[in-house]
């Protein structure tokens, strides 16, 4: 085993179970979908180019820096073509230190008929984990105008709708944790998707947001958003 897979090992394991973890739960497909975690001031790991995230192991994660250089790779694997995307948002976002691009199928059926329905408050624990998911105006994939889409928003939430295209999530707790509000986020989409189908999608009440933002500053959690920029659940719905 090299040295800095000894060292980053406990987090090459953790972004290793992601993968899987949504592989299985069919929220990526074939090669779709990319992880990064930034483990140390200069190192990131990184999921490979044409690896099926069902069958990612130990060996295919990369390790690169923050420039894109490649510090580590097993197997000649390279890290995935989307490694510039995730710089960019490491890089402008130093609160962020894992970041998930995935396809959960309900979620991107939004993307492609409703973006903006997941703007709204519906559900609690969503609102102070999570917050709103800001729609990202389609862009090429790969391409300098959808990491120009994506700059300006970044600074105002966590999570991220790309139209026509997917999910983006940015987490603060690694890649475990921002694995399980991909998944939160997917079981609200389809709650949504159950209210809206049966008759009508009811938000909470201006109090209960209220309430709610009580909740955030009373127990010192973080917005979602680059430090400072959001100051209240209020002024994000």
Not at 1 to 10: L, S
Not at 154 to 168: E, R, S, Y
């Amino acid at each position: 085993m090299h040295e800095m897979q000894v060292r980053y090992r406990a987090q090459i394991e953790e972004i290793t179970d992601a993968c899987v973890r949504l592989g299985e739960l069919g929220y990526v497909a074939s090669h779709g979908g990319n992880l990064s975690y930034r483990v140390d001031e200069n190192a990131i790991l990184i999921t490979p180019t044409k690896v099926s995230k069902r069958k990612v192991s130990f060996d295919d994660i990369v390790i690169i820096d923050l420039n894109g250089k490649v510090l580590f790779a097993a197997k000649n694997r390279k890290p995935t073509g989307e490694s510039p995307f995730h710089l960019r948002i490491l890089k402008k976002r130093p609160d962020v230190n894992a970041v998930i691009h995935a396809h959960p199928p309900i979620l991107t059926g939004f993307s492609i008929g409703n973006p903006e329905a997941l703007t709204r408050p519906y559900l609690p624990e969503p609102i102070f984990e999570v917050g709103p998911v800001l729609p990202v105006e389609y862009a090429e994939p790969l391409s300098e105008e959808l990491a120009l889409a994506f700059e300006r928003v970044l600074d105002k939430g966590d999570a991220f709708l790309m139209k026509n295209h997917g999910f983006l999530m940015c987490g603060r707790e690694g890649v475990a944790r921002t694995q399980e509000m991909v998944e939160m986020m997917e079981n609200t989409a389809y709650s949504l998707f159950v209210a809206i189908s049966t008759g009508e999608a009811r938000e909470i009440s201006e109090k209960d947001l209220e309430d709610l933002d009580r909740t955030v500053k009373t127990r010192e959690l973080k917005f979602p958003g680059a430090p400072g920029v959001v100051k209240g659940l209020k002024e994000m719905y």
